[in-house]
């Protein structure tokens, strides 16, 4: 059974700095692909990062050169780490997991319904 638990959330002016952390608990997680996705009030939950099993990384234009998704293996943990921050950056963030490894494919990123397990999301709030 896997559990998924965020962290790191918070409120920050614009322009300001925030590093998401998802701390990933399983008996046997391998080398997964892990993504982060955001979803505001009022608007369907969107993919922001995705990190492959070979460390390829992909983002959201919106979030492209801003945003770097990484993982330590040792310590079962997942980064989202956040500069720049727009106020068009406010919503809930949810680290997710396919639970299989995989390598990119297509053109964007993969979409929510391709993720297996969740977390339960932590708010990110930037005012101007």
């Known amino acids: 059974q896997v559990q998924l638990v965020e962290s790191g959330g918070g409120s920050v002016q614009a322009g300001g700095s925030l590093r998401l952390s998802c701390v990933v608990s399983?008996?046997?997680?391998?080398?997964?692909?892990m993504g982060w996705f955001r979803q505001a009030p009022g608007k369907e939950r969107e993919p922001v990062a995705a990190?492959?099993?070979?460390?390829?990384?992909r983002y959201a234009d919106s979030v492209k050169g801003r945003f770097t998704i990484s993982r330590d293996n040792s310590k079962a943990t997942l980064y989202l780490q956040m500069s720049s921050l727009r106020p068009e950056d406010t919503a809930m963030y949810y680290c997710a997991s396919k639970g299989f490894q995989c390598l990119p494919y297509g053109a964007g990123l993969p979409p929510a319904y391709e993720y297996k397990d969740w977390g339960q999301g932590t708010q990110v709030t930037v005012s101007s």
């Open positions: 399983a008996v046997n997680t391998g080398n997964y692909c």
């Open positions: 990190l492959y099993s070979d460390d390829t990384r």
